[in-house]
């Protein structure tokens, strides 16, 4: 199958999974709107959950992508912090759909869907490191200061997208960044970085 | 994956002998709690069936629609009794004598050995009631969210002044325990649970005081762990 077939087979399968739910999709309707034959599929993937995974890591490595490229950008650690958490906001606010897809559709459908969708977020933990060295408690912190940061954020947007707010989402980046930055820097500084956060806006 | 570890019996050993597998519950209707808790740690609500609940609990499926309408009223019992477990035993560590740093200390502390014994109802309800079940049992589960929540905004009182907090930090605090909370209990590791109390108690407490109060107090959660006190 082409690149481009595929990459346009699996956003179907997400869009489908959106509208439809796992139980109701059916592969052929899929394949009719993305344009795709039943022998090309079949010679990519053994069937439609293998499709679906596949689906699912390549939105999620979208999202973890440019997070990490917006991170990589320059400037001081909470400055980049601050950019990579606004680029992540900006794109699931840019599909709201493919959001809830994420982080409820997907993972709804079992044991082993659920495991990705913690693996997707365990993903950011290795874009935070570089707070270790920034931050003054620097090597007192926890050793599992990259996941509560992370998990702060999580639960914050989880909460904004099953309520059907992830458009307003990158207005919530001061905020959330606060919750981001405070296990690595404390309350002031993480205050600080909001303040800034809001008067860039 | 989901855990597969078996929860500690809570009840009483009564019928222990004739039950099939690790339900020990005294009551029917307990049982298939236990049983869709079981069901779910190991395939996910939405691939667990009433027949194989019914089957693990030791009843027919008839027995099972005595005592519940559906799949969903099952699902969403066993969150319930999780959630008035996990209130119960943090109201425990709420005693007057201690101050409200050190209560939620205590408290988080029981949670953590609470799901850690019974790490099937803590995915249930940490897990499947978020992300697997219905609106129902998701409600039930930012109803224990907001519990927490207001356990938390007790500490606003005491908090490190002269700082600008968003309303949403107090529920980055939890977040970040729920998402190690998670992490072992997807991995099948929920005897690991108890361990993560220091670090925990620093994510809660790091939104609320000075960076160093905060370490010291997840020193503390490290004394209380080591000493078993």
Known sequence: MQPAARERLLEAMLIELAASGYSAMRVADTLIFAGVSKADFEAEFAD?????FAAYEQLTERLLRKTAEACGRGGEWPARVRGGLEALLEELAGAPEMARVAIRTFPAIGAEPRARYQDFVEG???LLRGGREFAEAGEELPDEVEMLAVGAAEAIVFEEIEAGRAEQLPALAPAILFSVLV????????SAEMERAQQKK | MSSQAADLPERGPQETRILPHD?????ERDRLIEAM???CAERGYAASSVEEVARRAGVSRRDFEENFADKAECGTAAVNQMLADITAAASIAYAPQYSEWEKILRGVRALLELMAARPSFAGLAQIEARQGMGPEAYELYTSGIRILEAMLDRLQANALGGVARPPSAIRGAIGGAEALIRRELLAGRPERLPELLPDIIYGMLAPYLDQQEALRYAGLARELLNDGG
């Open chain 1, 48 to 52: 439609k959950d293998a499709c679906l």
């Open chain 2, 23 to 27: 339900i020990v519950a005294p009551s």
């Open chain 1, 183 to 190: 296990p690595f820097l404390g309350p002031e500084a993480a």
């Open chain 1, 124 to 126: 950011f933990a290795p």
């Open chain 2, 37 to 39: 808790a079981l069901t």
